[in-house]
């Protein structure tokens, strides 16, 4: 009955299912179909699972290096959430912070993300700090000092994401198109921008193929 959106009023229980999707795709899995809160009002379901789903297709699609992608939780020193888990290549980095298991609602303050043993060339990058309930997405530079990298992060509710990258080196911004590198860009094409407001809603398309398969086109 708890994970019931009819009998349960907490409005942050959908964060549950939405992160599921993020951590198959921080353990590298590309397929996770399901949505694993319910509700027998179907639209209320279909609704709360496409803005979900649709968020998350942006952030995706930004990655430049999709096949470089390897696991990387020896890189995580110090992050803010119960868990957090990195995905590096040798040109960005991704990490997705989140509540314990089980729980939503949780409130975590503004802290700092401190990464080491990165494989990333030393210099300045942009990293986008992205909310994954919302899509909305923050920018700020920060240096990469031999593997080492701190991000200042902002307060955040259950789960925040992070993409360190290069943007010299032709990575798309947020809610815009892919590289050929991402298979779940399908050679380019938008989905509403999402650089410091919600992404837009629609693409009925992209959400049904991607709530079965949400990384492969």
């Known amino acids: 009955a708890e994970l019931d959106l009819d009998r349960n009023p907490d409005q942050n229980l959908q964060s549950r299912g939405r992160r599921a999707w993020w951590r198959m795709f921080m353990a590298l899995v590309q397929s996770n179909g399901g949505y694993s809160d319910v509700s027998h009002d179907q639209r209320k379901r279909d609704l709360q699972a496409e803005q979900a789903v649709l ?3 942006n952030f995706i699609r ?3 290096d999709y096949a470089g992608l390897r696991l990387a939780p020896e890189t995580i020193d110090d992050a803010p959430g119960a868990a957090a888990y990195c995905l590096q290549s040798d040109r960005e980095v991704v990490v997705y912070m989140e509540a314990p298991n089980g729980r939503a ?6 802290g700092v993300l401190t990464l080491r043993r990165l494989t990333l060339p030393d210099g300045e990058y942009t990293v986008i700090v992205y909310d994954p309930a919302s899509g909305a997405s923050q920018e700020r530079t920060a240096v990469v000092r031999r593997g080492r990298l701190e991000v200042e992060l902002p307060g955040f509710t259950d789960d925040l994401a992070v993409h360190v990258v290069n943007r ?5 911004a947020h809610g815009i198109g892919g590289t050929d590198n991402n298979p779940a860009s399908g050679g380019g094409g938008g989905g509403g921008g999402c650089s410091m407001a ?3 809603k629609g693409a009925w398309a992209e959400l049904l193929l991607l709530a079965s398969v ?3 086109r």
């Open 55 to 57: 968020h998350f297709q």
């Open 214 to 216: 949400p990384f492969l």
């Open 62 to 64: 930004s990655i430049g």
């Open 168 to 172: 010299q080196g032709g990575a798309p």
């Open 198 to 200: 919600p992404a837009g």
């Open 105 to 110: 609602g949780v409130d975590y303050p503004a």
